[in-house]
């Protein structure tokens, strides 16, 4: 088994953060870079808040970097200017684990005795998990590969 660390934030201190981590959660680990970019750096609230808009296909996550063959989404570059890109998606199943990290987060805030609205996503980053390699039998003596990826999350916030 790997051993997980948490990166360092310089200029914070440790008791004012806090943690949470998902490990191997069945997701696809591009989706979840891209969905990563646009959460880091923004406050907690507004993370859950744009994460509830994506599952509900009000907004779209802007793709940057894995998007060879994906179609344009309206407003996108007017919303999300930095990144200049109108290509996106609206990937469900990545922003329903990420929602749930980002309560755990807020619990665990909570329990350390943070306040739950001034906290700011300093840090948050997909790793890519195992990936299982499995064959589904077919006719007439052939295979059919049935491969699935997984995808570790880790994400630090802190009052600011």
């Known amino acids: 088994m ?3 660390h948490y990166p360092k934030i310089p200029g914070i201190e440790e008791s004012k953060i806090a943690k949470a981590m998902i490990r ?6 591009k989706e979840a870079y891209e969905v990563c970019k646009v959460l880091r750096g ?3 609230s507004d993370a859950k808040e744009l994460l ?5 296909l009000k907004e ?19 919303k999300w200017s930095k990144w200049g890109s109108p290509i996106g998606r609206y990937p469900i199943k990545v922003c329903k684990y990420m ?6 987060v807020e619990n665990n805030a909570l329990s350390k005795g943070l306040d739950a609205s001034r906290l700011k996503i300093v840090h948050i ?12 039998p077919r006719a007439f003596g052939r295979a059919t ?12 916030v802190a009052e600011v």
Do not use: C
């Open 145 to 156: 590969p049935w491969f699935r990826t997984h995808t570790s999350v880790e994400v630090i």
């Open 99 to 104: 929602l749930k990290l980002l309560d755990n």
């Open 125 to 136: 980053a997909a790793h890519k998990g195992p990936y299982l390699k499995r064959w589904t």
């Open 42 to 44: 923004m406050k907690l």
């Open 52 to 56: 509830k808009k994506v599952i509900e």
């Open 24 to 29: 191997d959660a069945p997701i696809s680990f």
């Open 60 to 78: 779209p996550i802007p793709y940057v970097r894995y998007k060879k063959s994906i179609a344009h989404k309206r407003g996108l570059p007017d």
């Open 2 to 4: 790997p051993i997980w």
